[in-house]
């Protein structure tokens, strides 16, 4: 079973497509990386799964049911955009409010439970219009958990954050998907962050999905590429020409693709008489494999 | 770690107890509704006070009551006015609440608390359901705060209190029983302009003035109809709680009130449904 299925969904404004007949497939249990630039789609997408937007077509399937289904609305959780808090109430208040929506036994335990997830025990008494950018991303993450959600929709979650706010938010991530064992969507620019926790990746632009692959199948498709650099490198990047098949230079280093023996590097280097002062083997990260993918996709 | 996955969907009642459970929360944790009883309570009490000011010239105005219970309504069923106190009594209540309704119904939109609401809730009747109990139950209220400023102000002032007390008590349980069907508008228009906050507010109070029975009035008056015949909109049947109510106008007010509550909630939902939630 998947937790979402959306077959052939189209959303339009003004006549143009935000989402243009979109297939997309999350397994249960994923950390699915919802990926696209600016305006792509995204944000309607998951809008159009929480229910926020009527689609002009398509099905969403939520844990096999449609997505209208109460029964499967009411586990998920969303943080799309803000936290979507009162912001004169406090913290508590704001939980409170939303155990309350759930119709949850125990609530006072049940935010203390999340507070404790989103590293926020002390600050239940807080304005939330006192709280920083950080703080309110994570509030929204106690919001959407509360109750036993058995998906959660994360929009950006992490844009905006400082380095440590970051840190925080993707610790706060991998404890939810480990410990509380829920489905999470989750969109982000930040592809670095993304490629820590993410099972699952789907591509979208200009409302399509263009690729959706698993964390594994990506591991397999990324390129292996030696980083180096000598002091001559024009030389050395003609000499390499020869005998290797994928040889770029820039910023004063050399990147030979798809060769996995370092040392073999290094000895055509010495016989050819160029001395290596630095070396590094590296995997083309999902950073470059999307840039990489859209490129080509504008080629096209 | 995986878990067994198992979906229940809740009960109507399950579901409306929630989402009435946050507006109630909410209606009492925010100073608004506090200062819109008090706002209720004061304005009829200044009426009455101001009724027996002084004028520029040092004579007393010409009270605008004869009777105390006239602050709370009117003589008999006065579809359109002829002076401020013809207007100025509970029915006002009906506009302060229009107000009040607007703005906290805006809030929910401007703070994306709504996302909330949808995302756990896909029946958008419950929305409607709720947001026009709350409102209704919030402006309910208010009539018994302007009912308490009232009758203070114009036991102040001097007024006369004879009254039948069954019409008074009929009058007031009737103005409270037609605050569901002003809230199912509000909720109503709310909904159509939930994008809008400022015209949201304006429409509430335009409405809430019972303007448009004016209107419907010269319309019935050149049809020939009965003028009870206003009685069908919720301002007539409003006006129509008087001093001179019977068991009929109570009857009147429950099925006009409960008629336009069905209707706006209805549209709300089909809206809701059919079109973005923001």
């Not at chain 1, 919802?34 to 937007?53: A, D, Y």
């Not at chain 1, 398509?58 to 289904?69: A, S, V, Y």
């Not at chain 1, 991530?173 to 490629?195: A, F, P, Q, R």
């Not at chain 1, 594994?216 to 590429?225: G, I, L, P």
């Amino acid at each position: 079973m998947n937790a979402i299925e959306i077959r052939n969904l189209s959303k339009s404004f003004r006549g143009m497509y935000a989402v243009d007949h979109l297939d997309m497939t999350v397994p249960v249990g994923a950390i699915y990386g919802f990926i696209g630039e600016n305006g792509s789609g995204k944000s309607t997408t998951e809008k159009l799964i929480c229910g926020h937007l009527v689609a002009d077509g398509g099905e969403i399937k939520l844990f096999g049911r449609p997505h209208d289904d109460p029964g499967v609305r009411v586990r998920v959780g969303a943080l799309i955009e803000n936290a979507g808090c009162f912001p004169g109430s406090s913290v508590y208040q704001n939980l409170r409010m939303q155990t309350i929506n759930l119709g949850l036994k125990n609530p006072d335990d049940e935010i203390k439970r999340v507070l404790k997830i989103v590293r926020m025990e002390d600050s239940a008494g807080i304005k939330f219009k006192s709280c920083s950018l950080g703080m309110k991303q994570r509030i929204g993450i106690a919001m959407a958990l509360l109750g036993d959600p058995a998906l959660l929709i994360l929009d950006e979650p992490i844009n905006g954050l400082d380095t440590d706010g970051m840190r925080i938010m993707r610790e706060i991530l991998v404890d939810i998907t480990k410990n509380l064992g829920c489905t999470v969507l989750i969109s982000s620019h930040i592809l670095g962050e993304l490629e820590k926790i993410a099972t699952h990746y789907g591509i979208i632009r200009q409302g399509k999905m263009i690729m959706e692959l698993s964390a594994k199948d990506m591991d397999s498709r990324a390129q292996v590429f030696t980083t180096l650099k000598t002091r001559d490198t024009a030389g050395a990047v003609r000499a390499l020409s020869e005998r290797f098949a994928d040889v770029r230079a820039g910023d004063g280093h050399i990147r030979i693709f798809d060769v996995d023996d370092t040392a073999a590097i290094v000895y055509y280097l010495m016989k050819n008489g160029h001395i290596v002062s630095e070396i590094k083997k590296n995997k083309v990260g999902l950073e470059e494999y999307y840039i990489e993918l859209m490129s080509k996709k504008e080629g096209e | 770690m995986t878990r067994e996955l198992k979906f229940e969907s809740p009960s109507f009642k399950t579901r409306i107890k929630g989402m009435l459970g946050v507006d109630f929360y909410r209606l009492f944790h925010t100073p608004l509704f506090y200062i819109f009883l008090a706002v209720a309570a004061i304005i009829p009490a200044m009426v009455s006070a101001m009724t027996m000011m002084p004028d520029q010239n040092g004579n007393t105005m010409e009270p605008l009551y004869s009777n105390v219970w006239q602050i709370i309504a009117a003589s008999k069923s006065l579809y359109v006015i002829e002076t401020i106190a013809d207007y100025a009594n509970m029915n006002m209540v009906f506009i302060f609440g229009g107000i009040m309704v607007s703005i906290f119904i805006g809030h929910d939109y401007k703070s994306g608390y709504v996302k909330q609401l949808f995302t756990t809730h896909a029946k958008k009747q419950d929305y409607m359901i709720s947001k026009s109990l709350v409102c209704a139950f919030a402006m309910a209220c208010m009539c018994i705060t302007y009912f308490i400023g009232g009758t203070l102000g114009g036991l102040l002032v001097g007024y006369d209190t004879s009254v039948n007390i069954g019409s008074l008590i009929i009058a007031i349980l009737g103005k409270m029983i037609m605050s569901l069907g002003w809230a199912s508008l509000y909720t109503f228009l709310n909904v159509i302009f939930r994008k809008y906050f400022g015209v949201s507010i304006a429409s509430s109070f335009f409405f809430g003035t019972g303007i448009l029975i004016i209107g419907a009035a010269a319309v019935v008056e050149s049809l020939s109809l009965p003028t009870s015949f206003l009685n069908i909109f919720l301002y007539g049947a409003s006006v129509n709680a008087s001093l001179a109510s019977g068991i009929g106008t109570l009857i009147t007010c429950i099925t006009v009130s409960a008629v336009w509550t069905v209707i706006y909630n209805f549209l709300g939902t089909k809206l809701l449904s059919h079109s973005d939630v923001y």
